[in-house]
Structures are given as structure tokens and as C-alpha cells.
T-cell receptor, first 112, second 114 residues
């Protein structure tokens, strides 16, 4: 059974810092990995999707990498801002079924 | 703009009652999903559908049912609500199968079962 882990559960940084969020998964046979952002009381917003054949994806200040063989993905946020404060979730799609298995998230706080 | 909506946004009900949560998407997506989000468990898949008349059980399907009569809607029914079903419920959709599609989520429904 696929398990997805995100460490740390919470992270607090000063504004302007570059930071890395980690996601690990136990079964490397994934089709894709998706990073989401969730603001308090809101739904999930898709940030980046990395297909299994890709090593990384970039969108603005965000860069996500994928190392299938080691079962790891990282989300790099450059020059963090208070508006980046949210919970970040990673999820994997195993077998192309579109059924996502989620980690429990990392709650990020960026302090002004 | 295309979107995915859920109603109601908040619901309080009593144990044993039947409850239906609505999900409507205007993306014209084939795939639709229901998840629940609980502290300590994260998001877990309840039911999903790959198209009209297709429904499948997810990880935590006991006590829930869905039906798909058209592309836009996937209502989630709690047959006899239990306190363990107090949770936040999210509906999501994606274009088609193949492993390269983002899932888009609705705003969620907070359900309290007393």
C-alpha cells in the first residue's frame, strides 16, 4: 500500500528565505506527483504536476523535483513571502488511475 | 470560467439521517472524486467515477454512496449519518485518465453529525 510522508509537519521561516518542502513515498511505481496548496477553510489549489518521466517542473518562484528511484520529491520556494503561508500537500497517482494518495501536509508560516 | 462547486458549504445533521452533498463541475471533466479530510489522516478517497454511469469505491467507502447520471454532477450520499462521518468533504475532477492530469478541487463541505 502506497504511503506518502511529508516532513516537517510545520515550518516557520522569515520573509525572503528560500525553503524546501519534502515529500517521500514508499512505492516508486507512480504515474505522477502533484503538489497542492491549501489555505485555511479552503479547498486545494494545484501548484505543480510532475509526470513520472520528468525530473522537475517550475512555475514562477516554485520548483518541484522528482526522484522516483529514491521515492522523493521536493518543492522549492524561492524568496518566500507572507502570502505563501498555507499548508502544502503532495499526492501521488499510482498506476495512472487518477486516484491520489495524499501526504498529511506541511504547514508553512512565513513571518514578515 | 469553469469551476467546481459544492453545496451546502456547511451542514449539521443528526445521527441516522440521510444526507446528500452536491458536487457540480463545469470543466466537462470525465473523472470525479470525493475525498474526506480529517486531522491526523489527511485526505482519503471515498468514491470516484470515470464517466456517466460509472462509480467505484475508494479507500473509505463504507456508509457512503454515489451516482453519476450526467457529466457535471457526482452527489455523495450518507445513507445513515454517523458521528464518525463528521469531516470536511472535498469533491475533485480531472479531464481523463492517463496519469497526466491535474485534479481540481471544490471549496469543501464541512459536515457535523450530532
Amino acid at each position: 500500500k502506497q504511503e506518502v510522508t511529508q516532513i516537517p509537519a510545520a515550518l516557520s521561516v522569515p520573509e525572503g528565505e528560500n525553503l524546501v518542502l519534502n515529500c517521500s513515498f514508499t512505492d516508486s511505481a507512480i504515474y505522477n506527483l502533484q503538489w497542492f496548496r491549501q489555505d485555511p477553510g479552503k479547498g486545494l489549489t494545484s501548484l505543480l504536476l510532475i509526470q513520472s518521466s520528468q525530473r522537475e517542473q517550475t512555475s514562477g518562484r516554485l520548483n518541484a523535483s522528482l526522484d522516483k528511484s529514491s521515492g522523493r520529491s521536493t518543492l522549492y520556494i524561492a524568496a518566500s513571502q507572507p502570502g505563501d503561508s498555507a499548508t502544502y500537500l503532495c499526492a501521488v497517482d499510482q498506476g495512472g488511475s487518477e486516484k491520489l494518495v495524499f501526504g498529511k501536509g506541511t504547514k508553512l508560516t512565513v513571518n514578515p | 470560467d469553469a469551476e467546481i462547486t459544492q453545496s451546502p458549504r456547511h451542514k449539521i445533521t443528526e445521527t441516522g439521517r440521510q444526507v446528500t452533498l452536491a458536487c457540480h463541475q463545469t470543466w466537462n471533466h470525465n473523472n470525479m472524486f470525493w475525498y474526506r479530510q480529517d486531522l491526523g489522516h489527511g485526505l482519503r478517497l471515498i468514491h470516484y467515477s470515470y464517466g456517466v454511469q460509472d462509480t467505484n469505491k475508494g479507500e473509505v467507502s463504507d456508509g457512503y454512496s454515489v451516482s453519476r447520471s450526467n457529466t457535471e454532477d457526482l452527489p455523495l450520499t450518507l445513507e445513515s449519518a454517523a458521528s464518525s462521518q463528521t469531516s470536511v468533504y472535498f469533491c475533485a475532477s480531472s479531464r481523463t485518465s492517463g496519469g497526466a492530469n491535474e485534479q481540481f478541487f471544490g471549496p469543501g463541505t464541512r459536515l457535523t453529525v450530532l
